[in-house]
């Protein structure tokens, strides 16, 4: 009902239930009590784990030489250096047994940057990483063993949904949550914040590190993107598109020059994907739950998280990629 399908083109929107909710309005999604809004955020992170269950290392390289071609470098490897320096900054106590959760482990970035940037929790501290894909866990464990950043005694992971891992932790046993290019993967960030704030002691610390831009907040920002992609048939499928949405190609997305910054990059990087993408992997599908940097702020806040840095933005004039520090109240 709600996938966005366009036939022979190399750009594939998905669904926009997987955008942000507090915009799921301009979409035109709709429900009416907090049962329905449920079932729809379910299929919203359904629609997440399909698509990254397909995922493979061949897809994750298009999308590292998609970002190169786009002048963003290597995106996620700035994210991580970043995310690491501020956990530096924070001047952790080397107590024993300090707890340490990374969101979206992947195959183990973001916890070598912390490490490498705080060595003193090599002995001392407890690491967990979580990520739904268990060979990316196992390649972790291995990188972190060669690495001697930290030893198999005081490391722990867990396969499966940071939402679950957020309910299963024990509360108030956690000093410091990273998460580098992992929340955006949320259409509703609620449950979320207020499953970090559960796990976090008080006064402990969270590092994000995230994509943010406004791109995929109106379907307006969808038809100018893919207005610079051809493929047969396209005039006809974007005329749907506008009547489908109610909406032409005209109106304002962006909130502030950073973020329009933002947007241009993002849809630099999807031009640039379009041109390199592998046909014989499963695409990457555009709509993400990417967002201003200011609504994770407010959303923090609502849940006893307080910024205490940030957005620390990377590239200069834009909020692409930003860094925030927050600590629990």
Same mark, same amino acid.
Request: charged fraction near 20%.
């Given at each position: ?8 083109? #190399? ?28 079932? %729809? ?18 897809? @994750?390289?298009?999308? *590292?030489?998609?970002?190169?071609? *786009?002048? %963003? ?5 700035? +994210?991580?250096? !970043? ?32 490490l490498r940037s705080a060595p003193q929790l090599k002995e001392n501290g407890r690491f967990c990483l979580v990520d739904p894909a268990k060979s990316s866990l196992q390649e972790a464990r291995s990188r972190l063993a060669k690495s001697g950043l930290i030893g ?12 679950? $891992? ?12 990273? $998460?580098?290019? $992992? ?5 509703? @960030?609620? #449950?979320?914040?207020?499953?970090? *704030? ?7 610390? %969270?590092?994000?590190?995230d994509w943010h831009c406004t791109m995929w907040l109106k379907p307006i920002g969808v038809l100018k993107l893919l207005d610079g992609v051809e493929w047969p048939g396209k005039a006809k499928q974007l005329a749907a598109l506008r009547d489908r949405f109610r ?5 304002? %997305? ?5 973020? !329009? ?20 992997? #499963?695409?990457? @599908? ?6 201003? *940097? ?6 923090? $806040? ?8 940030? #957005?620390?933005? @990377? +590239? ?14």
């Open positions: 009902m709600h996938e966005i399908e366009l036939s022979g083109c #190399p750009l594939q929107p998905g669904t926009p239930l997987k955008v942000s909710t507090k915009a799921w309005g301009n979409w035109g999604i709709e429900w009416q009590n907090d049962t329905e809004f449920q079932e %729809l955020v379910n299929k919203s992170e359904e629609a997440y784990d399909q698509e990254w269950t397909s995922t493979s290392g061949k897809g @994750l390289r298009d999308i *590292a030489r998609a970002a190169e071609m *786009a002048g %963003l470098g290597d995106a996620n490897k700035r +994210l991580n250096d !970043a995310v690491g320096t501020e956990v530096g900054k924070i001047g952790l106590n080397a107590k024993e047994n300090l707890c340490v959760v990374d969101l979206g482990a992947g195959s183990g970035d973001t916890t070598m940057a912390v198999e005694k005081n490391l722990e992971v867990i396969s499966g949904k940071d939402l679950d $891992a957020l309910q299963s932790l024990p509360a108030g046993s956690v000093d410091l949550v990273v $998460a580098n290019a $992992a929340l955006h993967h949320h259409a509703f @960030l609620n #449950p979320v914040f207020q499953g970090i *704030a559960r796990i976090l002691r008080p006064g402990g610390w %969270l590092v994000i590190g909406t032409s190609d005209s109106g304002i %997305l962006s909130s502030s020059p950073e973020l !329009a910054i933002a947007d241009q990059q993002i849809g630099k990087f999807w031009l640039s994907y379009a041109q390199v993408k592998d046909p014989s992997n #499963p695409p990457f @599908l555009m709509l993400e739950g990417h967002r201003p *940097a200011g609504e994770y702020v407010s959303e923090l $806040a609502e849940c006893g998280i307080r910024v205490r840095r940030g #957005p620390i933005r @990377l +590239l200069p004039g834009s909020e692409l990629l930003s860094v925030l520090v927050a600590q629990k109240e």
